[in-house]
């Protein structure tokens, strides 16, 4: 059985089909990847954030996206939240987003 990707909600969703062209492309190796191997791809393609968070870390000629997930029973891969990185260190309130979106799929709001 494969793992199925979903998004917490249409703007993450359009979010990240908003991102530039190389970054979304490197997004959507990455989620390829994801579905077919599990979500645990270690570096340089995601990442642990700690407490079962998750980061997809997309790169293009235009920049750096980021993308957290959690995973579900079922094989379920759930992108909470995502962002442009302008800085070297992921911005608290870009993490925090993620976090709350995390509490609230783990607790059965999704």
Not at 8 to 35: C, H, K, L, T
Not at 68 to 90: A, E, N, P, Q, W
């Amino acid at each position: 059985m494969r793992y199925s990707i979903e998004f917490f909600n249409r703007a993450v969703e359009s979010d990240i089909f908003g991102w530039p062209r190389g970054i979304q492309a490197s997004f959507a190796r990455i989620a390829q990847r994801m579905e077919e191997s599990g979500p645990n791809l270690g570096l340089p393609y995601t990442r642990a954030m700690g407490e079962g968070l998750f980061e997809i870390r997309a790169r293009g000629e235009e920049g750096i996206g980021r993308a957290f997930f959690c995973t579900l029973i079922g094989k379920r891969i759930v992108i909470l939240h995502s962002f442009i990185k302008k800085t070297d260190k992921t911005p608290l309130r870009e993490l925090n987003a993620a976090r709350q979106r995390q509490r609230e799929v783990q607790h059965g709001k999704i």
